[in-house]
């Protein structure tokens, strides 16, 4: 069975701070991963998917890289910005299973202006 | 291009009452992905359906749960019977294929049972 694990739960940082998040999966056997951007609220956003060929990716401040074979993927954000201060959720999607994604429980980050 | 829409935002209901939680996918999406938040949890995968069918329920509890798309009108997540365990963020995705690599989630449907 698939577990996805983020840490930290909680991350608070000052603005302009980079950090990284992790996500740990048990089963390296995926198809894809992606980081989602949840506000309170609100729904999931796309931030970034990473498909299991692939080592990482890039949009503007953001870099997930992907490490399968020790299950791990990490979510880089430089300069955070106090609008980046939201949940972030990483899930992961079988190659051998139906469509659902599996979830970490998220890494609430807050940035402090 | 409407996003994923899903009503109402927010449901209370009593113990033992019907919840009915509606998701109307993109436009041109045939397949709906149910997930339930529950507090402090991550999300969970309930039930996977196409038009008229339901192709994976897997993450579906056995009982007092259920679920429909039609082939006109939107998907209907419906709990029979609700308990104070059944209060979370219920969350529907779309995708227009199978496997493809993104779901588009709608804001969540927010059930509070008292």
């Known amino acids: 069975k698939q577990e996805v694990t983020q840490i930290p739960a909680a991350l608070s940082v000052p603005e302009g701070e980079n950090l990284v998040l992790n996500c740990s999966f048990t089963?390296?056997?995926?198809?894809?991963l992606q980081w989602f951007r949840q506000d309170p609220g609100k729904g999931l956003t796309s931030l970034l998917l990473?498909?299991?060929?692939?080592r990482e990716q890039t949009s503007g401040r953001l870099n997930a890289s992907l490490d399968k074979s020790s299950g791990r993927s990490t979510l880089y954000i430089a300069a955070s910005q106090p609008g980046d201060s939201a949940t972030y959720l990483c899930?992961?999607?079988?190659?051998?299973?139906?469509?659902?994604?599996?979830f970490g429980t998220g890494t609430s980050l807050t940035v402090i202006p | 291009n409407a996003g994923v829409m899903q009503n109402p935002r927010h449901l209370v209901r009593r113990r033992g009452q019907e919840a009915r939680l509606r998701c109307s996918p993109m436009?041109?999406?045939?397949?709906v992905y149910w997930y339930r938040q529950l507090p402090e949890e991550g999300l969970k995968f309930m039930v996977y359906?196409?038009?008229?069918?339901?192709?994976?329920e897997s993450g579906m509890p056995k009982e007092r749960f259920s679920a429909e798309f039609p082939k006109e009108g939107p998907s209907i997540l419906r709990i029979q019977q609700v308990v104070r365990g059944d209060s979370a963020a219920y969350f529907c995705?779309?995708?227009?294929?199978?496997?493809?690599?993104?779901?588009?989630f709608g804001p969540g449907t927010r059930l509070t049972v008292l």
């Open positions: 995705a779309s995708s227009p294929r199978a496997y493809t690599d993104t779901q588009y």
């Open positions: 089963d390296s056997a995926i198809y894809n």
């Open positions: 990473i498909q299991s060929s692939q």
């Open positions: 899930a992961v999607r079988l190659t051998n299973t139906g469509n659902q994604f599996y």
């Open positions: 436009k041109g999406h045939s397949h």
């Open positions: 359906l196409q038009k008229e069918n339901i192709i994976d």
